[in-house]
């Protein structure tokens, strides 16, 4: 594949807005759900897991010379394979639920200004904003200028709820006693891991990045992963505690923006700018969307080599079934909990771990008897000390993503209020 086009500011504009979108709305619930201690604690953790398994990706790339989260597979177990079959699944099911969410979030956030006709303004919307910047955006450098707004917008929107804060809290505008823990441990705990996971997965975009990365090399792309979840983590944080804080526990909803009354000026500039948001990120969502699709049935890499009429079609296509989704599903919260639960935890934490396993030669799937998969992990052919400790690494994310897999659905089954 042919060197990239986008600099190193744009891609770390492209990853900030790939990494973050809908899930800052929930992350001020998540602090509700588990305490402030602890929701730092955990989303410490989820974030160093993904970091690492974002640099396990572009480790399989410089080594397979692939730039597709799709194509990995096909490199590593054979294009007919069941892993090749379970990617693209797990891949294309979070981003078209990504796309989904973020096409309900922004058509209910129009329903402020008309709820009767906010489908149909929506729809007005797509048509001469969104579709033809999908049209427009044949390789990810022309969408550096989306993530730039976006990016803007998520900064006002910190900016509102830390002034939000202030005025309720300190000027004691509200009439109500705050509830806020420190750490809490109820039966709705794992109800954070599909949110953290949302909150901080890039990984099904991380490759069609690094292969538009100009000059790309392991160096300068381990600059963008540090930089832009430095960046995401602290925007989290704060957006996490102000948003809390000011709340609390009981009034903190999923939604954080719900929990605002849109009764004064700045909270119609926040929830107008999240609209600003949804547009600058969809297209990130979609671009990958469509080039996952190309990748599974055609074997196309770069959406440049795409011929035009079947490049219109293919967008036309998805963005009439991501609409006609829109209209039938009311809320995202099944969305966010089972979708999350299942493709977040594969796409983000099981599918890299086991790409990562796999290109270092450790074949663990002929193998049925758990006690020698143990054994492969504590006894390597390599006695390379280093070799150890990154294959275990390996299997502990491995092992993580599918305990939050089962621990966010064991949650949203029985918390169905939530």
Not at 42 to 71: A, E, N, P, R, W
Not at 184 to 198: A, C, K, M, Q, V
Request: hydrophobic share 50%; glycine share 6%.
């Amino acid at each position: 594949m042919n060197d990239g086009t986008s600099n190193l500011i744009a891609s770390i504009f492209n990853m900030i807005k790939a990494i973050m979108g809908a899930g800052i709305l929930s992350i001020p619930f998540a602090f509700a759900r588990v305490g402030w201690t602890f929701a730092i604690i955990l989303m410490i953790i989820v974030c160093l897991l993904s970091m690492t398994t974002v640099y396990m990706l572009i480790i399989c790339s410089d080594q397979t010379k692939c730039f597709s989260y799709i194509g990995l597979p096909k490199i590593l177990f054979g294009e007919k394979s069941f892993f090749h079959y379970i990617t693209f699944l797990s891949v294309f099911g979070y981003v078209f639920c990504g796309c989904v969410i973020y096409s309900i979030v922004t058509m209910n956030l129009i329903g402020l200004f008309s709820i009767q006709y906010k489908f149909f303004i929506y729809c007005f919307l797509n048509i001469f904003i969104l579709f033809p910047v999908c049209i427009f955006a044949r390789d990810m450098s022309k969408l550096k200028y989306t993530s730039f707004f976006g990016i803007f917008g998520i900064f006002f929107m910190l900016v509102i709820c830390v002034i939000e804060y202030v005025k309720i809290n300190i000027y004691h505008y509200h009439k109500y006693t705050l509830h806020i823990d420190s750490i809490r441990t109820e039966e709705d705990f794992f109800l954070i891991f599909p949110i953290f996971i949302f909150a901080f997965d890039s990984q099904f975009g991380i490759l069609d990045l690094y292969g538009d990365l100009k000059n790309r090399s392991n160096e300068k792309m381990k600059k963008v992963i540090f930089i832009s979840f430095f960046i995401c983590f602290f925007i989290y944080l704060i957006f996490g505690m102000f948003g809390y804080f000011t709340f609390g526990e009981f009034r903190t909803k999923p939604n954080i923006l719900h929990s605002y009354k849109t009764n004064n000026l700045l909270i119609i500039s926040m929830k107008c700018f999240f609209i600003i948001i949804m547009f600058c990120t969809y297209p990130i969502f979609f671009f990958i969307l469509r080039g996952v699709f190309e990748n599974f049935f055609y074997n196309i890499d770069n959406q440049k080599n795409i011929s035009t009429c079947r490049f219109i079609m293919e967008t036309i296509t998805l963005q009439c079934f991501i609409l006609f989704l829109t209209k039938i599903i009311p809320n995202i919260l099944f969305i966010i909990g089972f979708g999350m639960s299942i493709f977040g935890s594969l796409v983000s934490f099981v599918l890299p771990s086991l790409f990562y396993i796999r290109l270092i030669n450790i074949n663990i799937y002929s193998k049925f008897n758990f006690f020698e998969i143990i054994n492969e992990m504590v006894i390597l052919k390599n006695n390379n000390f280093y070799e150890k400790m990154k294959i275990n690494i390996a299997y502990l994310i491995l092992f993580f993503g599918f305990f939050a897999m089962i621990g966010g659905l064991y949650s949203m089954y029985h918390n169905e209020d939530n």
